[in-house]
């Protein structure tokens, strides 16, 4: 049958994907086959999906509005509650305006080719999200990408290669998902000024976490005003579903007319707007958990380094390297038989010979389950 080869490949290499039936419960619990599991691979940071006023509010809306919007944007898909979370999240980045898509992926995936024709040049981070790799892919300018966060590698492309295009994006991630590293974001800044581009930056992990009103990496740096088009999503800290951009007022109404993935797609559902709404406001009505998330953070970390476990993260999400898919499945696996559901992530999510299992931390997670996890995966490991 057609592809069978191909999936025999798959199984063979460690890399074959299967989907689960997973039960999400309150509270970072999980249910897999009648098994109750700590969740440590959501992103659902500060665990507002489940939260009460966000479930009411939700309840509200859906008899106000129903549950479909019905058409695209430009159709009859857009209303009020678009106007006001746009509102809301311009104020947060102090940006002139946002506007908001049906995903992160499609946001990364229609902004970019949107934004680029084959005059201009994209240089973008090595370990650059699969969204971005599809926009750029999508798009007519050339492409390079630097090393991972470094800026040696950037600044070489950029005295080769700057001179011959007109316009000239950087595009990179505040956390890298996979890694977990945050990139050197002033030094981007000193670099992308020098060499007159334009920088593309994705807040997907940040965003709700960095800064006091949760807006991000930039906004803790004080330097969103230098950044072009910053972008994010709002299904992980948020707990809802959408992605979106803050920009010019120009680019945004450049967007509306020529983003593909904005044009011919669905307006998100009321409901959705609403939860993202509820939670964006919580981010500082409940500040206490977006700090004591921080802190459980930092206590990982900390953790981690006394038992001399290496990650190249700074963040909350903390990838262990192993190497080997197989192996990196087999030790998935025994952590899930042991309570703990993390994930393997194996190639091509990630590069070759890296397969990691990648722990998420959230804010539902107690102490003493993080240091089950780590006492086991020391086990598992060593
Ligand atoms: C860095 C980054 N950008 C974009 C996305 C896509 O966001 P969404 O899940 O809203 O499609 C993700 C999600 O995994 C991500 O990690």
Redesign the pocket.
Known sequence: MLFDDELEKLKKSGLYRTLKNIKRIANSKIIINNRELIDFSS?DYLGFSAHPQVIENCIKCINTYGIGAGAARLMSGNNEIYCILENLLKNLFGKERALIFG??????STVIPAITNKNDLIISDKL?????IHGIKSSDAQHHRFKHNDMNSLESILKKYRQNFKNCWIIT?S????DGDICPLNDLIYLKEKYNCFLYL?E??SFGLFADNGAGLAKQLNCADKIEII??????AVGS???FIVSSHSICEYLINKARGFIFSTALPPVTLIATITSIKLFSEERERIINFNKLVQYTHALLKSKIINTPSASQIIPIIIGDAQKTIQIAESLISNGFYVLAIRPPTVPQNTARIRISINYHHSKSAIENLIEKMIELLY
């Open positions: 992103n995903s992160g992926f499609l946001t990364n650059a999200h699969s969204s971005i991630e956390i890298f998902s996979m994705d997907s992990h972008m994010a999503t709002f299904s992980k579903y959408g992605g």
